[in-house]
């Protein structure tokens, strides 16, 4: 484990608690001031922003805002941009209600990519190595995003979003590449390809050192499998557009022990709560809602932001730390024959060597029971196990409650997805 | 240590800000504002990391 700087990893106390309270105040007041979303939703809500004093009046008198929200504010003002927008992302629309707008002016360009500083220096690269980025340069927050945390860590980008799997590959070992930005389930396939290539990054001398997954959940034995085979530790980041990148990220590693790690919240840049449904702050080993407030995004900032993300809070302060691996939707939950099934707890059984990728169709069945179908692609050149499909129908029944039937599709059927997998459709009669 | 830094990036900024204005008087010159802008902001950003508040 390595610094980024120790002038802010080093607060503690009452000068942290003094850091935090003052940049809430400046936070919440600079969005009234700045910020025309903010203004008309403080307005509609009546709230008073100079009653904000501390963290606590913070809490008391902010509500939460939700992307309904932003939204909602979107279209009553449409093209409504201040006059020093410098550039425009979009969220990924992922959510299937909407994108949104984030405008960013100069000083969020500065700050674009010191999160992502913070989890590669923590990672233990250094200045004038090598990471490839694999995951898409386009109209969200995502591409200027990657190559911003580069260059504010001064890592050289080999940017790996166009072309084939192999040539991927084959740059990764042509540059050097010390660390690796990606989805968990494009490494699941990248693996799957460097397999059937016959390379062996443990032999060879790989200099990957790094891999940085993000935006899905993935589970210990699938990451521990990872690192066995690329010879690198898997770590994590969390951010999002509303955040201006990664406000959470591990230090040692996405693994510890056989056991999930530790991500570490970057507390002077971001304040980070976790929520129950009723608003409260959970205690330390409960799972709750990400609520966010960013305390250097002057354009549209995240001021008690509900994601709609869940983790679990380890350890609450300045500093707070969450576990790696398990962040899910709070609304990805579907009920299914009474039960309450989380897609991420299939992710975890499911994607094993040599599983590629899998689509879940839930159903209603002939007899009008409820169903889920899965379809898995497996890896066409690896020798599968005559128990495989057992062995993945018993550990679903096992860990999320409920027996699904397993059928395989044919190599190809699908697609590639480097940004946040959509695995799961619903055709139910009844929804 | 800190201190020091903070009393010279604060004498820096000074300095800057009187570049800005004189660049502000140049005229067809866009390019050289946008540079001001964005050293503006970078030593925001710096500033913000040396766990001081702009």
């Excluded at chain 1, 995003?145 to 590959?169: D, M």
């Amino acid at each position: 484990m390595t610094t980024a700087n120790a002038l802010t990893e080093s607060m503690s106390g009452l000068t942290a608690t003094r850091f935090r309270d003052t940049a809430l105040v400046r936070a919440v007041r600079l969005a009234r001031d700045e910020s025309p979303f903010h203004r008309w939703f403080y307005g509609d809500h009546a709230v008073d922003v100079d009653s904000v004093v501390d963290q606590r009046s913070f809490a008391l008198h902010i509500p939460v805002a939700r992307k309904a929200e932003y939204l909602r504010y979107q279209k009553l003002h449409p093209g409504t941009v201040r006059d020093d927008v410098r550039q425009l992302h979009l969220t990924s629309g992922t959510s299937g209600v909407g994108r949104e707008v984030h405008p960013r002016t100069a000083h969020d360009l500065a700050a674009l990519g010191t999160g992502g500083a913070y989890q590669y220096f923590w990672a233990g690269l250094a200045a004038g190595e090598k990471i490839m980025l694999t995951i898409p340069y386009s109209q969200t927050m995502a591409g200027p995003y990657f190559q911003a945390s580069a260059l504010a860590a001064g890592l050289v980008p080999t940017n790996a979003f166009t072309g084939s799997t192999a040539e991927r590959i084959d740059m990764l070992q042509r540059f050097g590449c010390a660390g690796m930005s990606i989805t968990p389930s494009y490494l699941h396939r990248m693996t799957a390809e460097a397999k059937r290539l016959g390379i062996e990054p443990k032999r060879s001398g790989s200099a990957l050192r790094a891999i940085f997954l993000s935006g899905e959940p993935y589970g210990i034995e699938w990451a521990e499998s990872m690192q066995e085979f690329w010879s690198a530790t898997v770590h994590e980041g969390w951010g999002a557009t509303q955040t201006l990148g990664v406000v959470m990220a591990t230090k040692t590693g996405a693994i510890e022990e056989h056991g999930r790690g530790v991500l570490h919240g970057i507390g002077h840049r971001c304040l980070i709560e976790v929520l129950n449904p009723d608003g409260v702050a959970v205690a330390p080993g409960e799972r709750g809602e990400i609520v966010v407030t960013t305390l250097r995004t002057r354009g549209l900032p995240s001021i008690r932001f509900g994601m709609g993300d869940s983790i679990r809070l380890l350890r609450d302060g300045f500093f707070p730390e969450f576990e790696a691996g398990s962040i899910g939707r709070i609304d990805d939950m579907i009920k299914i024959r009474g039960m309450n099934i989380w897609p991420s707890a299939v992710d975890a059984a499911v994607l094993r060597v040599p599983v590629l990728d899998y689509r879940a169709i839930v159903h209603t069945a002939d007899n009008g029971s409820e169903s889920v179908d899965l379809q898995l692609e497996i890896d066409a050149a690896a020798d599968v196990d005559p128990n495989l499909m057992a062995d993945i129908a018993e550990t679903i029944k096992r860990t999320v409650g409920i027996s699904m039937s397993i059928s395989v599709l044919p190599t190809g059927t699908l697609d590639e997805q480097h940004f946040k997998s959509r695995r799961w459709t619903d055709r139910r009669a009844v929804r | 240590m800190t201190d020091s830094i903070e009393q010279e990036l604060a004498r820096a900024r000074t300095h800057l800000d009187a570049v800005t204005q004189l660049v502000a008087e140049l005229p067809e010159s866009p390019l050289l504002i946008q540079f001001c802008e964005r050293i503006d902001a970078l030593v925001d950003e710096f500033t913000w990391e040396l766990g001081a508040q702009p």
